[in-house]
């Protein structure tokens, strides 16, 4: 009967969605999530969201795509960029939920033309998976599931993999997402083995997916990798809105600097952090950190405590 139900409320979705979908544009707003919606087209019975995510995954490293971006995750590779553009597609109409006996199938919705053919694999469930791992291994290094698929040798072959990512010495990284995915920001900060991730933005805001502070938060901690907002080691955006020289910014990074003797307590709260947990970063906007503010806590605390640092 909840079955029945189940798909007697689909129906009715469905039905919304069709007239939903005549009011919109017939087309997503990105090419990466018109090249989503194409895919999905072309898997006529539907597929499951960690299926999708592996043969995404594989069109991507087998034709050189660039629409996504992929992290080692509990399951293997996955994109939370994809994840966020597939709700949207969910969320305007393109693309629906169907609850099967079995599984939740993701659909592609609506009459559309079906645009570009894509080679996709046949593999579907723990098969896809293990193809994943076994051609991309460094992907597989946060699998939870990595024991119940393989055994003896293969599955050491994976362990050491592992092993390859984990560091011993204790370091202060600094780190900036510009021009970065969050994809390719985490995926760098977890070949570094960072283990706690400091943000001394201001106001951690961001209107590049992923890099706001509850969206950062959330998908450094499903990684593995703390996080710790420290706003009073911030600068005011107001000051360097309108700057634009060299100099200009040397000028702000001057004064800031005499700043830091006030700020002590905090920089004493980053010093504690990096001895308990090793390898931690500074993380801000600016790609270059001699244009960002962090290079001077950088180098404030490596002088002072004498400790290794290094930008990535």
Request: glycine share 4%; hydrophobic share 35%; with cysteine.
């Amino acid at each position: 009967m909840r079955y029945q139900q189940y798909l007697n409320q689909e129906t009715i979705h469905k039905r919304r969605r069709c007239e939903k979908i005549s009011e919109i544009s017939n087309q997503p707003t990105y090419k990466r999530q018109r090249f989503l919606l194409a895919f999905l087209r072309q898997l006529n019975d539907g597929v499951t969201a960690t299926d999708l995510q592996k043969l995404v995954f594989l069109h991507t490293m087998t034709e050189g795509s660039d629409f996504y971006e992929f992290v080692p995750y509990k399951f293997g590779s996955y994109s939370f960029q994809l994840k966020e553009d597939l709700d949207i597609l969910q969320r305007d109409g393109f693309a629906t939920l169907e609850y099967m006996q079995d599984s939740t199938r993701i659909k592609a919705f609506g009459d559309f033309p079906r645009g570009a053919s894509f080679r996709i694999a046949p593999e579907r469930g723990n098969a896809l998976i293990r193809r994943a791992y076994r051609e991309y291994p460094y992907y597989a290094i946060n699998s939870e599931i990595t024991k119940k698929l393989f055994h003896g040798e293969e599955l050491e072959r994976f362990n050491n993999s592992k092993q390859a990512y984990t560091k011993t010495g204790q370091v202060l990284f600094t780190i900036g997402y510009e021009g970065k995915s969050i994809e390719a920001f985490i995926n760098t900060l977890i070949q570094n083995d960072i283990r706690l991730l400091c943000d001394v933005r201001k106001n951690p805001l961001s209107r590049k997916f992923g890099f706001s502070k509850k969206k950062l938060e959330h998908i450094t901690q499903t990684v593995g990798i703390r996080y710790v907002h420290i706003p009073d080691l911030g600068i005011d955006s107001d000051k360097r809105s309108s700057l634009e020289t060299a100099e200009e910014f040397q000028s702000l990074f001057e004064d800031y600097a005499k700043t830091l003797p006030r700020r002590n307590e905090f920089l004493e709260g980053i010093y504690t952090l990096l001895r308990t947990n090793t390898r931690i970063a500074l993380m801000c906007f600016e790609r270059e950190p001699e244009m960002c503010h962090r290079h001077v806590i950088r180098d404030y605390i490596a002088k002072t405590y004498q400790v290794r640092s290094q930008d990535l």
